[in-house]
């Protein structure tokens, strides 16, 4: 798979200007190069090429950012382990402790401030979803 061009990137009326100032079409002639369901207009594709700029060049922090957040939630993931953990009720059956608590119970608070059963699940969902689940949720690949 080829790299995309390198970022900044800018855009003007009719193109959007890569780092090394190649510019890629917006519209030319007949051809629309950026345009939305509802078929080509002039104002929705400059603002769409001003999107697409702005994505485009936070892309790399924002997925930065989502693993400095991963990695910051993974003791909670662990806490959540082992508050949840797996007991067996019977022959072959297990079941997770703690599993009736409603979301807003408290597991463990400090002046004031609570830790629920509900933060805990979270954190766990959060870190169990896999790359493909994420890039649907954050845009990661």
């Known amino acids: 798979m080829a790299e995309h061009t390198p970022t900044p990137w800018s855009a003007g009326s009719q193109w959007i200007f890569t780092y090394s100032g190649y510019p890629l079409p917006i519209a030319s002639g007949y051809q629309h190069y950026v345009t939305s369901p509802g078929g080509y207009q002039y104002d929705a594709a400059v603002a769409n090429a001003a999107f ?3 994505a485009c060049n ?8 989502n693993e400095r957040l991963r990695l910051a939630l993974k003791p909670f993931v662990v ?3 082992t508050v949840f953990e797996k007991y067996e009720t019977g022959p072959g059956e297990f079941k997770e402790a703690y599993s009736d608590k409603p979301d807003d119970h408290s597991v463990w608070g400090f002046n004031m401030v609570s830790m629920t059963y509900g933060h805990l699940r979270a954190a766990r969902k959060a870190l169990s979803l896999s790359s493909a689940e994420r890039a649907t949720v ?4």
Not at 138 to 141: A, L, M, P, S, V
Request: hydrophobic share 50%.
């Open 52 to 54: 697409i700029v702005k």
């Open 58 to 65: 936070a892309h790399e922090a924002l997925l930065a950012e």
């Open 79 to 81: 806490l959540a382990n």
């Open 138 to 141: 954050g845009g990661e690949k």
